[in-house]
C-alpha cells in the first residue's frame, strides 16, 4: 500500500528532520525547511516528529492512492482537492484506495506538508530519510519525485480513535501571547500560524552576529540593518539570495573557509547578503555577518520572491530563550496532539 504521483508539481521531495553529524564528511544536513509546519503534520496523524514527509514547492503535487491510509497536510495553503472537493488543512483525514489527492500554486508561503499515519517505507540514509539533491542520496532515489513514481507506507492506518471528534485546527485557537512562531492560546497548545504564511510587511529576521560583523565596518553594518531588501527569484534549498543595497565591505568578501551554520548570513563581494538554508554547503569562504536564528529560518522559507525582509540584532541569550520557548510549545502542541494508531 501506498500512493503514486499523478503529478510532482515543481519540486517534491522526501524530508524529514534532517541529518545531523556529516557535515565533515561533505553532508549538508538537509531536512523540512519548515520544521514547525513538518513536525506539525506528524503530530495532527499520530507519528513521531520526525518522521518523513513529502515537502511540495510553490506547486504541489497530486497523488493517487491504492490503499486506506489517514494524512495530513500543513504548510502553505496549496488549496488541496480530494476528488475534487476542498480538503482540510491542518487537520487529519482518512483516504481510500482509488483517492486522488491534488494540491494547486501556493496561496500563501511557498512549501506545503503531506504526511502519512504511520510514515512512508524508505530506507534511511545515514540515519535520515532526507533526500539531498546536491550528492542525490535519501529519500526517493535521491532525487525529486517524478510522475509514476510509487512511495510505499511502513504501516497501514485506517483511522485515528476519535479522529473526527478529537481533531484539532490550530489556526482556530484564540491568541494569547507571542511566540517565536505565532500566538498562542493562554493555557493551551493551540497555535495560530496566519502570520507565517501571511505576508508581512516587511519580514524581520533577528540575527545574532558572529565574529566576521566586524568586515562591514560601520557604513555596512548601518546598510545591513537599516535597509529592505528582497528575496531573489534565484534563492532554492541551498539559501535565500536578497536584493538591495550592497553592505560595504571593509577588506572585500573572501575569508578562510569555516563552517556553514543554518542561518549564516554570508556578504559575498557584491554585498547582498545570502541567507544559507538545508542543502547549504558545508563551508564557506564568505564573510559571515552572522547568523538568523532558528526560530525565524521557518518564516524565511515561506517567504516567496519579491517579499520584504529586514534584519535586526539580538544577542544570543535572547535568541537561546526563544529556541527554548519555541520547543516546549511544540512539544506541548505534540502532547495535545499525541493518540495512538490503529
Same mark, same amino acid.
Given at each position: 500500500?501506498?500512493?503514486?504521483?499523478?503529478?510532482?508539481?515543481?519540486?517534491?521531495?522526501? +524530508?524529514? +528532520?534532517?541529518?545531523?553529524?556529516?557535515?565533515?564528511?561533505?553532508?549538508?544536513?538537509?531536512?523540512?525547511?519548515?520544521?514547525?509546519?513538518?513536525?506539525?503534520?506528524?503530530?495532527?496523524?499520530?507519528?513521531?516528529?520526525?518522521?518523513?514527509?513529502?515537502?511540495?514547492?510553490?506547486?504541489?503535487?497530486?497523488?493517487?492512492?491504492?490503499?486506506?491510509?489517514?494524512?495530513?497536510?500543513?504548510?502553505?495553503?496549496?488549496?488541496?482537492?480530494?476528488?475534487?472537493?476542498?480538503?482540510?488543512?491542518?487537520?487529519?483525514?482518512?483516504?481510500?484506495?482509488?483517492?486522488?489527492?491534488?494540491? !494547486?500554486?501556493?496561496?500563501? !508561503?511557498?512549501?506545503?506538508?503531506?504526511?502519512?499515519?504511520?510514515?512512508?517505507?524508505?530506507?534511511?540514509?545515514?540515519?535520515?530519510?532526507?533526500?539531498?539533491?546536491?550528492?542525490?542520496?535519501?529519500?526517493?532515489?535521491?532525487?525529486?519525485?517524478?510522475?509514476?513514481?510509487?512511495?510505499?507506507?511502513?504501516?497501514?492506518?485506517?483511522?485515528?480513535?476519535?479522529?473526527?471528534?478529537?481533531?484539532?485546527?490550530?489556526?482556530?485557537?484564540?491568541? /494569547?501571547?507571542?511566540?517565536?512562531?505565532?500566538?498562542?492560546?493562554?493555557?493551551?497548545?493551540?497555535?495560530?500560524?496566519?502570520?507565517?504564511?501571511?505576508?508581512?510587511?516587511?519580514?524581520?529576521?533577528?540575527?545574532?552576529?558572529?565574529?566576521?560583523?566586524?568586515?562591514?565596518?560601520?557604513?555596512?553594518?548601518?546598510?545591513?540593518?537599516? =535597509?529592505?531588501?528582497?528575496?531573489?527569484?534565484?534563492?532554492?534549498?541551498?539559501?535565500?539570495?536578497?536584493?538591495?543595497?550592497?553592505?560595504?565591505?571593509?577588506?572585500?568578501?573572501?575569508?578562510?573557509? =569555516? /563552517?556553514?551554520?543554518?542561518? =549564516?548570513? $554570508?556578504?559575498?563581494?557584491?554585498?547582498?547578503?545570502?541567507?544559507?538554508?538545508?542543502?547549504?554547503?558545508?563551508?564557506?569562504?564568505?564573510?559571515?555577518?552572522?547568523?538568523?536564528?532558528?526560530?525565524?529560518?521557518?518564516?524565511?522559507? $515561506?517567504?516567496?520572491?519579491?517579499?520584504?525582509?529586514?534584519?535586526?540584532?539580538?544577542?544570543?541569550?535572547?535568541?537561546?530563550?526563544?529556541?527554548? $520557548?519555541?520547543?516546549?510549545?511544540?512539544?506541548?502542541?505534540?502532547?495535545?496532539?499525541?493518540?495512538?494508531?490503529?
Amino acid at each position: 500500500m501506498g500512493l503514486t504521483v499523478i503529478d510532482p508539481g515543481i519540486l517534491t521531495t522526501v +524530508q524529514d +528532520q534532517g541529518r545531523s553529524g556529516y557535515m565533515d564528511s561533505g553532508f549538508s544536513p538537509s531536512g523540512a525547511l519548515d520544521g514547525f509546519s513538518s513536525r506539525l503534520a506528524n503530530f495532527l496523524i499520530g507519528n513521531s516528529p520526525g518522521e518523513a514527509v513529502l515537502e511540495m514547492t510553490l506547486r504541489g503535487a497530486s497523488v493517487v492512492f491504492d490503499g486506506p491510509a489517514v494524512i495530513a497536510i500543513t504548510g502553505a495553503d496549496m488549496t488541496p482537492l480530494l476528488n475534487g472537493f476542498p480538503a482540510a488543512m491542518n487537520k487529519a483525514f482518512a483516504v481510500i484506495r482509488g483517492d486522488i489527492l491534488h494540491t !494547486g500554486f501556493a496561496l500563501a !508561503g511557498v512549501r506545503s506538508y503531506l504526511a502519512v499515519s504511520g510514515g512512508f517505507d524508505i530506507e534511511p540514509v545515514l540515519g535520515s530519510r532526507s533526500t539531498n539533491l546536491r550528492v542525490r542520496a535519501g529519500g526517493f532515489e535521491g532525487r525529486k519525485l517524478e510522475t509514476k513514481d510509487h512511495i510505499p507506507f511502513r504501516e497501514i492506518v485506517r483511522e485515528l480513535p476519535g479522529m473526527e471528534r478529537r481533531c484539532f485546527d490550530p489556526l482556530a485557537g484564540k491568541a /494569547g501571547g507571542d511566540t517565536a512562531f505565532g500566538k498562542v492560546s493562554a493555557g493551551t497548545a493551540a497555535v495560530s500560524i496566519r502570520a507565517a504564511y501571511a505576508k508581512d510587511d516587511p519580514l524581520v529576521l533577528r540575527v545574532v552576529e558572529g565574529r566576521y560583523a566586524g568586515r562591514l565596518g560601520e557604513a555596512g553594518i548601518h546598510t545591513f540593518y537599516h =535597509s529592505l531588501y528582497t528575496v531573489g527569484a534565484e534563492s532554492d534549498r541551498m539559501g535565500v539570495r536578497l536584493e538591495g543595497p550592497a553592505a560595504a565591505l571593509l577588506r572585500g568578501g573572501d575569508i578562510v573557509s =569555516s /563552517g556553514a551554520a543554518a542561518g =549564516s548570513v $554570508q556578504i559575498p563581494g557584491s554585498g547582498k547578503p545570502i541567507v544559507l538554508l538545508n542543502d547549504r554547503q558545508t563551508t564557506g569562504g564568505y564573510v559571515t555577518a552572522g547568523a538568523v536564528i532558528t526560530g525565524d529560518l521557518w518564516r524565511l522559507a $515561506q517567504a516567496p520572491a519579491g517579499s520584504a525582509i529586514r534584519f535586526e540584532k539580538i544577542r544570543a541569550p535572547a535568541a537561546e530563550k526563544i529556541y527554548v $520557548q519555541t520547543e516546549r510549545e511544540i512539544a506541548r502542541l505534540g502532547r495535545r496532539f499525541a493518540r495512538r494508531r490503529v
